[in-house]
């Protein structure tokens, strides 16, 4: 079955940098588009970036658009988030998933395209 399992959150100061990494398994991970959530306390889960199959294109929320950075490395099964000023508001458990399949970047930023979540990793961002 496929696994999806995220590393790299924690603590850090605002204005600080994380690097998220997402591990997959059990999938040929060269034909999903990949994407990050991300879910605050009491809040519903929200886009934040979505990456092609070939890492050719990328789509970003507003929110995070010109601080973070999705990437992926198609020979280790691995898609990254680097985010860049980090602000408190950014604190959340930020979640790797795969989509249904080749999904456009301009259409996967809804979370209804991904059918494989992860179990989520910490982001916590002080003032």
Same mark, same amino acid.
């Given at each position: ?26 999938? =040929? ?22 990456? +092609?199959?070939?890492?050719?294109? =990328?789509? /970003? ?15 280790? +099964? ?5 985010? +860049? ?8 458990? /930020? /979640? ?15 979370a209804s395209y /991904? ?8 982001? =916590?961002?002080?003032?």
């Open positions: 079955q496929v696994q999806l399992v995220e590393s790299g959150g924690g603590l850090v100061q605002a204005g600080g940098s994380l690097r998220l990494s997402c591990a997959a398994s059990g999938l =040929t991970f060269s034909g999903y588009t990949m994407g990050w959530f991300r879910q605050a306390p009491g809040k519903e889960r929200e886009f934040v970036a979505t990456i +092609n199959w070939s890492g050719s294109r =990328t789509s /970003y929320a507003d929110s995070v658009k010109g601080r973070s950075t999705i990437s992926r490395d198609n020979a280790k +099964n691995t898609v990254f988030l680097q985010m +860049n000023s980090l602000k408190p508001e950014d604190t959340a458990v /930020y /979640y790797c998933a795969s989509a249904i399949g080749i999904v456009p970047v301009q259409v996967a930023q809804v /991904y059918n494989n979540w992860g179990q989520g990793t910490q982001v =916590t961002v002080s003032s």
